[in-house]
Structures are given as structure tokens and as C-alpha cells.
Nanobody
């Protein structure tokens, strides 16, 4: 079983940046998702076990960056140029290395989430 703990959320203004962290109890391929009030959870970014392959939702390409520190089993999501529509609870999730990173149902373990609120 893999335990995941997210941190780094907060209240920021439009245009600001945040870095979310996800500390894992083991090394796995990972993804970040978010869920805004009244909306379905959506894929944001994914990274392979070794970190060599990354996946992004089209609308965040160029603004968000996923990375990992394998020495510390931590995955990061750098959020830049934040917009009010980025407001959501952000979750990290662990999965097997193969398959479709965009599919939330292929993720086995989930963190508790961290709130990101962007004011205009």
C-alpha cells in the first residue's frame, strides 16, 4: 500500500504561483488531479516512475509543471500564472507505470487533497 500526503495549497491572487508537493511512502508513477466545486475530478498532469515521461491536460500546458525527486519519493506540481478557474482541491494519486495516465480509474492510491484558491 502506498500512502500519499499532499501539501503546498493556499490562497493566492491571479498571476501568482504555488508549488504542490506529494510525499509518497513508495516510488510509483504518479498523477495530479483537481476537483472544483460542482465539477467532476479532472486529470491535470502525470509522470512516469523514472520521471522521463510527463503528461498534461491541454489547458495547463505551459503553466503547470510536474516533476519528481526520486531520492525523497516526492512529486511536485508547479502552478504558474494561476487563474481563478484553477481554484479546486488538488489530489495526487499513485498508479502502475503503464496504461492511460489520463484515466483516473487506473490510479490505485489517492492523497487527501490540498485546497488551492485563486482570487481575482
Amino acid at each position: 500500500q502506498v500512502q500519499l500526503v499532499e501539501s503546498g495549497g493556499g490562497l493566492v491572487q491571479a498571476g501568482d504561483s504555488l508549488r504542490l508537493s506529494c510525499a509518497a511512502s513508495g516510488r510509483t508513477a504518479m498523477g495530479w488531479f483537481r476537483q472544483a466545486p460542482g465539477k467532476e475530478r479532472e486529470f491535470i498532469a502525470g509522470i512516469s516512475w523514472a520521471g522521463g515521461t510527463r503528461y498534461y491536460k491541454d489547458s495547463v500546458k505551459g503553466r503547470f509543471i510536474i516533476s519528481r525527486d526520486n531520492a525523497n519519493n516526492t512529486v511536485y506540481l508547479q502552478l504558474n500564472s494561476l487563474k481563478p478557474e484553477d481554484t479546486a482541491v488538488y489530489y495526487c494519486a499513485a498508479r502502475d507505470n503503464g496504461g492511460n495516465f489520463y484515466n483516473q480509474y487506473e490510479y490505485t492510491y489517492w492523497g487527501q487533497g490540498t485546497q488551492v484558491t485563486v482570487s481575482s
